[in-house]
């Protein structure tokens, strides 16, 4: 019986692979490897950033937030939409004003090149952990395929992505990128009908029966610091993780950078909102039609195995591994943007500089494709250790989110003042860093509010030392 699907998800694995890798002749210089040469549409753009913001940890983590709780967690969501006017009144017209690779280059404008490394560096670590994660997601559905281990597991996925990414840059992520979104929302449109079909009464019944155990709920208004999803910590938190994630990591503003002009970027922006709302609400949907299935059963084991193991389990051969496959196509959507944004930090805003650009465009991008391998070994290796940090979908936010706030609070303090130079910057950088520290280990406030508390403390603090911090003059 698993022939067939076998079959299904080994000739996509192959298909993308091909795919992604016939891009490699386009590669001529570090804009065309990180930047696809900004080329590509607003269309594809928004559906990459789609891809880059929910991976795998959306499609296997969300529906057991339904199956155990509600609808809760679309609260976020509607601070995503309030943090995409945000970036695109604030960052947008900064990062287009000029031709910057990356998003620190912006700080290094701004500041100095010591911020920059300093903003990079937070990037490079926490995109490496979160990413890590990630990975062993995938792992999960592959051992549920293969019955591997999770090393054989890790290994694989990332084996594959590291091909085609290697060969080709951000022009192939991109349209792979567009490729997967349409496949994993495919595979989740396929399992909803299917669910339906399986229920005695179908969705009539799915609501009656969500709705008398109060599953259905959406907005909750009460205050709360220590409750994840309240109305007002997924509009403000959700705008402020939303606001660092997309306005100063490497791995959306890469995309951003990437359209022909500021213009088509917003449109990318603000267009890929939707296609987020409604992709929350089909794998909280699923979550709810899994429960009212097992008829409010508890989850045996890792909750994070619900949807993939019915999938396996309960869909048809053929079906089956077309969901699969389409789990396994938002990995790759997603490790492939991973691997490529950390080269890009790592070649542009360290080598690049530390050698003086004195080398040649094929020098730079030579070693582009050698920092794309050495961050698929790193991720390999965190991944490995990823098992022991609980719920995927919620580590790999909360992990982001310890030194997401560190970042925007900087990011805001370059762009929305004028006084504070260099030092006050690090100043402020290290002030956050500390009471994040503080906030993650001896406070039970969620993640949802993290961002929002570091990125204050470290624009205060910072704008307040530019009182007291005496800055060397810059050079114009």
């Not at 967690?73 to 947008?92: K, T």
């Amino acid at each position: 019986m698993r022939t067939i699907d076998l079959a299904v998800i080994l000739a996509y694995l192959a298909a993308v692979t091909w795919f992604g890798a016939r891009f490699r002749q386009s590669q001529k210089s570090l804009k065309d490897y990180f930047l696809g040469g900004r080329s590509a549409p607003w269309w594809a753009i928004a559906l990459s950033i789609v891809s880059a913001e929910t991976s795998t940890l959306t499609i296997i983590g969300t529906p057991p937030l339904a199956y155990r709780g509600s609808l809760v967690f679309l609260q976020v969501v509607f601070g995503y939409l309030l943090a995409r006017i945000v970036i695109s009144a604030i960052f947008l017209p900064q990062y287009f004003e000029g031709q910057l690779l990356t998003a620190y280059a912006l700080m290094e404008r701004r500041f100095g090149p010591h911020i920059r490394k300093v903003t990079a560096g937070i990037f490079l670590i926490t995109r490496a952990l979160a990413e890590g994660v990630r990975v062993f997601a995938v792992s999960i559905v592959i051992s549920i395929i293969l019955h591997t281990g999770g090393m054989a597991s890790i290994f694989l996925i990332i084996f594959l992505t590291l091909f085609y990414t290697f060969e080709g840059g951000m022009t192939a992520v991109i349209w792979t990128d567009v490729i997967q979104m349409i496949m994993y929302v495919l595979g989740a449109g396929v399992s909803f009908v299917i669910l339906a079909g399986k229920i005695p009464g179908g969705l009539p019944h799915v609501l009656d029966a969500a709705g008398a155990a109060g599953k259905l709920q959406v907005f909750d208004f009460h205050w709360s610091w220590t409750a994840p999803y309240t109305f007002w910590a997924g509009l403000i938190g959700g705008c402020f993780l939303t606001t660092a994630s997309h306005g100063t990591d490497q791995l959306v503003v890469q995309r951003l950078l990437s359209a022909k002009n500021e213009r088509q970027s917003r449109l990318a922006l603000l267009s890929s909102w939707l296609v987020i709302f409604v992709q929350f609400s089909l794998f909280l949907t699923i979550g709810i039609m899994l429960w009212v299935l097992r008829e409010g059963k508890p989850i045996q084991g890792a909750p994070d195995r619900l949807y993939p193991a019915f999938i396996w389990e309960a869909l048809p051969v053929g079906i089956a591994g077309l969901a699969m496959a389409a789990i396994l196509a938002a990995a790759m959507a997603n490790l492939s943007a991973a691997l490529n944004s950390l080269a890009s930090a790592t070649v542009v805003d360290f080598y690049q500089p530390l050698t003086q650009s004195r080398h040649s465009p094929e020098h730079y991008l030579r070693v582009s494709r050698l920092s794309t391998v050495f961050w698929g070994a790193v991720l390999a290796a965190i991944a490995l250790l990823a098992s022991q940090w609980g719920s995927v979908l919620e580590s790999g936010l909360s992990i982001a989110s310890v030194t997401l706030g560190i970042l925007l609070g900087v990011f805001l303090l370059g762009v929305l003042t004028k006084r504070p130079g260099e030092r006050a910057a690090i100043t402020g950088v290290v002030a956050g860093a500390i009471v994040m520290v503080f906030v993650k280990f001896a406070t039970k406030i969620p993640f949802t509010w993290w961002v929002l508390i570091g990125s204050s403390a470290t624009f205060s603090v910072g704008y307040l030392a530019s009182f007291a911090v005496q800055e060397r003059k810059r050079n114009s």
